[in-house]
């Protein structure tokens, strides 16, 4: 029988599968000796039921007619090998998704033959099998709509009392495996998306609704495993911990997208299920007891991991109870919240009192708020909840000193560290961008942009009722400014989340100078007038040469950033904070750490003063006001020959007020140079030319330095040698560091030189000095002449 298998026929005919079919039929038992014999011919009949279905509808007439399926049940009732499986389980998968035709996949479905080969016990530790039983399901998923769905189902009383297709995929929704849990997943939001009404009863109804109760459990593991990533990562910062917390991210951002995917399906209380069980199993047990100031140790999630978890959950499950539910409980002491925190989640919160209003706050660096008697009441038409229980605030005293969860995020904004003001200021501005979160909350937060106070009064208009004075919105807006204020006027912060700062301010920013409280324009104003003072010291600085450059290249930048439709930062960015260079990392001598000293001036600098522009009603302009090149006829540069154009190797230049020098730049090969030191505006060089032997008082450019930096020194024992150091000619880090990357490695690329020059004579060495300062001095003079503008405010 094995041999005549292989003799010649026509390989797609009719009789090619009547010929397969009825040596399969032969075949009572499947192992070793036959296995491949069978495995082809399941093969081969796969091969040809797609090449019928194309061409020949007679082929498929004959599967049904012999009922094949049937014998592929079989084949794998007794077979004994896994390749066998393995190979039935493609051949199915390959039927399934290459059928087109309406009534084959009807007929592929209307037995219970996929049905058992779903529920049949494959052995999953072989990780093959494992693999093509989830492409075999997603095969059939990828066939499912209102009409094929009812014939995978089996009912009741018209009620769906089994689907296995659904029960047996969600066994593997946690599986170790990513790609299988994709699978998984991609498979159920197909199901979620048919719309079918039975179905939608069966998914929800007990124990299968457990499911989206597991699924929240499961993204609570993978926060707690990404906050010991955090953790490691902050004692000991390396590209690896780098990567774990990325791809650990991708995944929890995953998981939320699928969230907001099943309950846009709009299978009815999915959509509260998934809120309800957030709220209770993750956010009121561990995210907001996470932004305590005096953290409890034994808490699983930290801070900075609340913070960012807040965020990506309120940008990405957009469910408009969830986001005024967490909007209303900043506004409580966690004291208040943990009162209550087994009750269900309404959307609202009821009440809460002072006990002693006299009592001092436990810190000073946020003005605390007199809650009074606070009632947010979002209710009717502004909530969409399907649940109605009685809400999470107990009915009782808390003593005001207790700092409200909205509170400890204006406390880290004015006196945290750089991870958790920059988380804060991310949950402030994704509040203020979450178009599901009632305006009226944004006010009561403090937080409505001021392009929206001219609307009618919100808080009437959605039913929030505030009595007492203490409690106003005013007042909370008054302290969210108040916190952004002193933060930008913090020194020890870095300038990329001080630009986030700003972008928040500038959608707060009041309309004119007026509204703003004195002690706020007091401290901007001192800040500024600080930040000039940097600024013009950056003019007599070691990238004097560079300060225009970045300085107009930062404007644009800084520009764009608070004028964005959102922060420059993601939330990924809360937990890989920007790295600041101290005096461990790298000696304040090197360049690096002055570049870097001079970048930061002027991105804070820029950011204060587009802030005053606003803050005026004054239009900003696209490029900063700064005065033309000036260059005096009685110049250095004049008299060899330069222009605005620069200078470069290979350049012909006179060589007037040039000195003979000699330079090695390799042992044992002492070259000759001529020396000058020129500058043309704010740029400047030290020049090495050769003398051209025809051309008397003229030499070729062979080596340029900047000038600026040199820090020219004559020998102490050699007073014809004089000393240089030549910094880079460019910065490595001009543009904003991506979080997570330790500066101190790009240190490593930006390498100072160091030339030794020999004179003729005592005399020469100490002109080529005189030279180099007098050259730096009207470097530094035209710089700050030339930025004149842009460091007067009046003007």
């Known amino acids: 029988m094995w041999f005549s298998f292989w003799r010649s026929r ?25 296995k491949d014999f069978v495995i082809e011919a399941l093969r081969s009949i796969a091969e040809l039921l797609t090449y019928g279905d194309q061409h020949d509808p007679s ?30 389980l493609q051949t199915i998968s390959i039927l399934i998704q290459n059928l087109r035709r309406e009534n084959a996949i009807y007929y592929m479905f209307s037995n219970e033959h996929v049905n058992y080969l779903i529920t049949y016990s494959f052995d999953f530790n072989n990780e093959e099998i494992l693999s093509y039983y989830i492409s075999f399901l997603r095969a059939i998923s990828g066939k499912l709509n209102k009409n094929t769905i009812s014939l995978l189902v089996k009912t009741q009383d018209e009620e769906v009392v089994s689907f296995p297709l659904y029960v047996e995929a969600i066994r593997f929704a946690f599986h170790e495996e990513s790609m299988v849990r994709t699978a998984v997943r991609s498979l159920t939001l197909t199901v979620y998306h048919v719309g079918d009404d039975f179905v939608n009863k069966f998914i929800t109804s007990a124990p299968h609704s457990d499911y989206f109760t597991n699924l929240v459990s499961f993204f609570r593991e993978q926060c707690i495993n990404l906050s010991k990533l955090v953790s490691e990562y902050l004692e000991n910062p390396c590209s690896e911990s780098v990567y774990a917390i990325l791809a650990t991210v991708d995944e929890i951002e995953d998981n939320l997208y699928y969230f907001s995917d099943v309950i846009s399906a709009g299978i009815p209380f999915v959509g509260s299920l998934i809120t309800d069980n957030i709220l209770q199993l993750l956010i009121l047990p561990s995210l907001f007891p996470a932004l305590q100031i005096d953290t409890d140790s034994s808490l699983k999630i930290g801070a900075v991991t609340s913070l960012y978890l807040l965020c990506c959950i309120l940008r990405t499950v957009k469910i408009k109870d969830l986001a005024n539910t967490i909007a209303a409980a900043l506004l409580y002491p ?68 207790y700092f409200s969860l909205r509170e400890t995020l204006l406390s880290y904004i004015t006196d945290g ?4 003001a920059l988380g804060s200021l991310n949950v402030l501005a994704t509040l203020l961008q979450t178009k599901e979160l009632d305006e009226s909350m944004l006010d009561v937060l403090g937080i409505l942009p001021q392009r929206k106070q001219h609307k009618k009064h919100l808080l009437e208009q959605y039913g929030v009722s505030i009595v007492g004075v ?28 001080l630009w986030d700062a700003g972008w928040l301010l500038r959608q707060l920013l009041p309309y004119s100078e007026a509204e703003f409280k004195t002690h706020h324009l007091k401290l901007l104003k001192d800040s500024y007038r600080n930040c000039r003072n940097a600024l013009l010291q950056e003019t007599k600085g070691i990238w ?17 950033a608070i004028e964005a439709s959102s922060p420059q930062t993601e939330p990924k960015s809360i937990l890989l904070p920007f790295h600041k260079l101290n005096s461990e990392d790298i000696s304040a001598e090197l360049s690096f750490a002055a570049g870097e000293r001079m970048c930061e001036s002027v991105k804070v600098f820029l950011l204060l003063h587009q802030l005053q522009i606003f803050s005026l009603g004054r239009t900003l302009p696209e490029q900063p006001p700064i005065h033309p090149i000036d260059i005096p006829e009685t110049s250095r540069a004049k008299a060899v020959g330069l222009d605005v154009s620069g200078l470069k190797p290979g350049t012909e230049i006179k060589l007037v007020h040039a000195l003979p020098c000699r330079i090695s730049f390799e042992r044992g090969k002492e ?3 001529h020396f000058l030191a020129v500058s043309v505006g704010t740029l400047g060089w030290v020049v090495l030319a050769e003398e051209l032997p025809l051309k ?11 000038l600026a930096g040199t820090n020219p020194r004559i020998d102490d024992k050699h007073p014809r040698w004089l000393h240089l150091r030549i910094r880079p000619s460019t910065l490595p880090f001009s543009d904003s560091s991506k979080p997570g990357t330790p500066r101190e490695m790009r240190a490593k690329s930006l390498v100072d030189g160091r030339w030794t020059l020999a004179f003729r004579d005592d005399e020469s060495c100490k002109a080529a000095l005189s030279m180099i300062l007098e050259e730096i001095d009207l470097q530094s003079t035209e710089a700050e002449r030339r930025l004149r503008p842009v460091l007067d405010l009046e003007l």
């Open 59 to 88: 082929f498929f007439d004959f599967f049904m007619e012999k009922q094949i399926m049937g014998e592929f049940v079989r084949i794998l009732d007794i077979s004994k090998t896994i390749s066998v499986a393995l190979q039935l």
């Open 696 to 706: 008397q008082i003229y030499g070729i450019v062979r080596v340029a330095a900047p």
């Open 417 to 420: 560290d750089d991870a958790r």
């Open 544 to 560: 004097v040469d560079l300060l225009k450059t970045v300085l107009c290249d930062q404007w644009k930048k800084c520009k764009r």
């Open 470 to 497: 203490g409690a106003s919105p005013r007042i909370h807006r008054n302290q969210v400014l108040d916190a952004l204020v002193k933060l930008l006027c913090r020194s020890n912060i870095s300038t990329e989340i």
């Open 334 to 401: 966690l004291e208040s919240l943990a009162a209550n925190s087994e009750a269900k989640i309404n959307g609202y919160f009821s009440g809460t009192n002072c006990a002693n209003e006299k009592e001092e706050p436990y810190s000073d660096s946020v003005t605390p708020v007199n809650l009074g008697h606070l009632r947010v009441d979002i209710s009717g038409e502004a909530s969409s909840s399907h649940v109605h229980p009685e809400g999470i605030m107990a009915e009782r005293s808390f003593p005001c000193s």
């Open 671 to 673: 070259r000759h140079f």
């Open 10 to 34: 026509d390989r797609f005919s009719l009789d090619e599968l009547r010929y397969l079919t009825n040596q399969l039929q032969k075949v009572q038992i499947v192992n070793e000796v036959n």
